[in-house]
């Protein structure tokens, strides 16, 4: 049997949990980071909190045979102690990784390279309604805009500085097209801020905003480790799991 250590917390996560689970060549354990009060759980066994950084993880992964790494494509430092520790003991890492998004015609997109650069360009613009997308960890970045409004959109409610002119908003995807464009019409948004996070779950808001004619700053992924093998989907991922790597 083939032991596996899944670093989770996205969709696809979730769903190459079910597939390693219902497949009795496999014994997974699905790893949660704990930075959201009610994560939506997969099925089978679920290990909630942090490793300490790599050593941690290290040690953790001498149980294991195989670490997958499909956390969210902006954690990045969960990502790099991955590969650090999977190098250290000598265990195979493979990494689930969605693809980005990419404007279309009509899209209004201007790339980032980060949260702190999208409020820079924020900054140098003139006052606007703004929906912001890029999680409660990073509201911070904004508190210093005075002249714009924001609805800031989150799961969980952030623990630090806020705008001075904004709206909290909770809630969770999946979103579909038409709630989406009644939300930026109903608050009057002229820009979107949003991490380039991929998916399908939350990606009706770049089609409302691209049939509404509105901009939308979008941040770029950080880099992922180098020389670890990726795979797009939860299907692909297993099937590398089937044949071994």
């Known amino acids: 049997m083939t032991r596996v250590l899944l670093l989770g917390g996205t969709a696809e996560a979730r769903e190459l949990a079910r597939r390693l689970h219902a497949d009795d060549r496999f014994e997974v354990l699905s790893s949660l980071a704990g930075r959201v009060a009610n994560p939506r759980l997969p099925v089978g066994d679920t290990r909630i909190g942090g490793y300490g950084g790599p050593s941690g993880l290290a040690e953790f992964l001498g149980g294991f045979d195989v670490l997958v790494d499909a956390t969210h494509p902006f954690a990045a430092t969960i990502s790099?102690?991955?590969?650090?520790?999977?190098?250290?003991v000598g265990v195979?890492?493979?990494a689930l990784v969605r693809p980005p998004w990419s404007p279309g015609p009509g899209d209004r997109w201007?790339?980032?390279?980060?949260?702190?650069?999208?409020?820079a360009e924020l900054a140098g613009r003139t006052p606007a309604r703004v929906l912001l997308t890029t999680g409660r960890q990073d509201v911070g970045e904004f508190a210093a805009l005075e002249k714009h409004w924001f609805l800031v959109r989150v799961v969980d409610a952030p623990s630090g500085p806020l705008p001075p002119h904004h709206e909290l908003l909770r809630d969770r995807g999946p979103y579909i097209l038409e709630s989406e464009?009644?939300?930026l019409r109903e608050n009057a948004i002229d820009?979107?801020?949003t991490k380039n996070s991929g998916g399908d779950l939350v990606s009706a808001k770049l089609t409302a905003a691209r049939e509404l004619g509105l901009d939308v700053i979008v941040?770029?992924?950080p880099p992922r480790p180098d020389a670890v093998p990726t795979v797009p989907t939860a299907a692909d991922a297993y099937e590398r799991l089937v044949i071994g790597l």
């Open 219 to 221: 941040v770029d992924r």
């Open 191 to 193: 820009v979107l801020v």
């Open 92 to 94: 195979p890492l493979l």
């Open 110 to 119: 201007t790339a980032v390279p980060t949260v702190a650069a999208a409020a």
């Open 80 to 88: 790099r102690n991955a590969a650090e520790a999977a190098g250290r």
């Open 181 to 183: 464009q009644t939300l």
